[in-house]
Antibody, heavy 121, light 112 residues
Framework: EVQLVESGGGLVQPGGSLRLSCAAS????????MHWVRQAPGKGLVWVSRINSDGSSTSYADSVKGRFTISRDNAKNTLYLQMNSLRAEDTAVYYC??????????????WGQGTLVTVSS | QSVLTQPPSASGTPGQRVTISCSGSSSNIGSNTVNWYQQLPGTAPKLLIY???QRPSGVPDRFSGSKSGTSASLAISGLQSEDEADYYCAAWDDSLNGPEVVFGGGTKLTVL
């Protein structure tokens, strides 16, 4: 059974840092591209970042570029999101999502349960 | 402001058919397939439709998707109370300087 379990969320002051983790199980983690998607309280889904299967390629939303870093450890079956210089507008539930990417077929087939990040003084 | 445009709300009575629209542009829906996600209250999103009109295993055939040009739609027939949820369309985007994946703002479906 495919499982994605996020952790690392919490309350942090503006300007602070946090590292989110997404532990994967039930599939060959190293074969899949992975993404982070966030959802501010009461708002919609917003794409944050993507990493390819071996970690050699990443991309970011403009709103987090230069502040967030996505990475992965395929030996530990874990995806990470290092978040620095956090702002109030980064407050959201952060989801990791497994990606099917085959030719023109691209979609998130499994999502984690999410971890809440609250940026407030 | 979401890149893809969805109506903020939709409603129907049990047994009815409802549709939710999703409008984009040539760089996203016009160039890539559309996916739909269902988010039940207090839970994570779940894949509902992929590649415009394909249902993952376990999704009832009451749910169907279609795409034409730069627009897509989700149809739910035989509406049931458990369908009350938020629905999001999404697509990859080929814009050089934009986000890699774009979502609609979500449509809250109410079963009356």
């Amino acid at each position: 059974e495919v499982q994605l379990v996020e952790s690392g969320g919490g309350l942090v002051q503006p300007g602070g840092s946090l590292r989110l983790s997404c532990a994967a199980s039930g599939f060959t983690f190293s074969s899949y591209w992975m993404h982070w998607v966030r959802q501010a309280p009461g708002k919609g889904l917003v794409w944050v970042s993507r990493i390819n299967s071996d970690g050699s390629s990443t991309s970011y939303a403009d709103s987090v570029k230069g502040r967030f870093t996505i990475s992965r450890d395929n030996a530990k079956n874990t995806l990470y999101l290092q978040m620095n210089s956090l702002r109030a507008e980064d407050t959201a539930v952060y989801y990791c999502a497994r990606t099917v990417a085959t030719g023109t077929l691209r979609y998130f087939d499994y999502w984690g349960q999410g971890t809440l990040v609250t940026v407030s003084s | 402001q979401s890149v893809l445009t969805q109506p903020p709300s939709a409603s129907g009575t049990p047994g009815q058919r409802v549709t939710i629209s999703c409008s984009g542009s040539s760089s996203n829906i016009g160039s890539n397939t559309v996916n739909w996600y269902q988010q039940l209250p207090g839970t994570a999103p779940k894949l509902l439709i992929y590649s415009n009109n394909q249902r993952p295993s376990g999704v009832p055939d009451r749910f169907s998707g279609s795409k034409s040009g730069t627009s897509a739609s989700l149809a739910i027939s035989g509406l049931q109370s458990e369908d009350e949820a938020d629905y999001y369309c999404a697509a990859w985007d080929d814009s050089l300087n934009g986000p890699e994946v774009v979502f609609g703002g979500g449509t809250k479906l109410t079963v009356l």
